[in-house]
T-cell receptor
Framework: DVKVTQSSRYLVKRTGEKVFLECVQD?????MFWYRQDPGLGLRLIYF???????EKGDIPEGYSVSREKKERFSLILESASTNQTSMYLC?????????FGSGTRLTVV | GESVGLHLPTLSVQEGDNSIINCAYS??????FIWYKQESGKGPQFIID?????DKRQGQRVTVLLNKTVKHLSLQIAATQPGDSAVYFC???????????FGKGTKLSVKP
């Protein structure tokens, strides 16, 4: 089974901090995604990557950047955390069709 | 199932009854659809999928129905159990780069 592992389940950061969210998948998938999930808004795509060192903006990239130096690892970076970035962050990897999600990181920015 | 504003549609059913969760999708060119289940504190998990050349697909206790004419997808859960309580998302493969587009979800609550 594909496993997608997010390094932290819960994080509390201060406004203005640089925050790194890490995601690792173990099935050699080329595609990886970062979403944020907010009540009533569903899953919104932040960034995705179809290959190493490749990245594409999703629907809400503002305030975020990503890094994909290795195939198995996709990092989401909050350059200067703000309170409106308090959310559940979900990483996913995929083959041609289905996505497999990590358990999520609940980030609170205070 | 699509939500408006901050309120998630909720379906409340009695244990043992059948549940039907609905979803309207947006892109008539979408050719692949998936249902995900998300339990509290966990990431979404794959339940069942269906391609656009099919109208119906059955799994274990779950059935997905696809009506392409009205762009409607439904998930039927037979003999609903307390462990089925979760938020259910539909997703369509039809984004600009073939990404999945997710619905906002429906919360299923099962009463014992």
């Amino acid at each position: 089974d594909v496993k997608v592992t997010q390094s932290s389940r819960y994080l509390v950061k201060r406004t203005g901090e640089k925050v790194f969210l890490e995601c690792v998948q173990d099935m050699d998938h080329e595609n990886m995604f970062w979403y944020r999930q907010d009540p009533g808004l569903g899953l919104r795509l932040i960034y995705f990557s179809y290959d190493v060192k490749m990245k594409e903006k999703g629907d809400i990239p503002e305030g975020y950047s990503v890094s994909r130096e290795k195939k198995e690892r996709f990092s989401l970076i909050l350059e200067s955390a703000s309170t409106n970035q308090t959310s559940m962050y979900l990483c996913a990897s995929s083959d041609r069709f289905g996505y497999t999600f990590g358990s999520g990181t609940r980030l609170t920015v205070v | 199932g699509e939500s408006v504003g901050l309120h998630l549609p909720t379906l409340s059913v009695q244990e043992g009854d059948n549940s039907i969760i609905n979803c309207a999708y947006s892109n008539s060119a979408s050719d692949y659809f998936i249902w995900y289940k998300q339990e509290s504190g966990k990431g979404p998990q794959f339940i069942i999928d269906i391609r656009s050349n099919m109208d119906k697909r059955q799994g274990q206790r779950v059935t997905v129905l696809l009506n392409k004419t009205v762009k409607h997808l439904s998930l039927q859960i037979a003999a609903t159990q307390p462990g089925d309580s979760a938020v259910y998302f539909c997703a369509e493969k039809g984004g600009s780069q073939g990404n999945l587009i997710f619905g906002k979800g429906t919360k299923l609550s099962v009463k014992p």
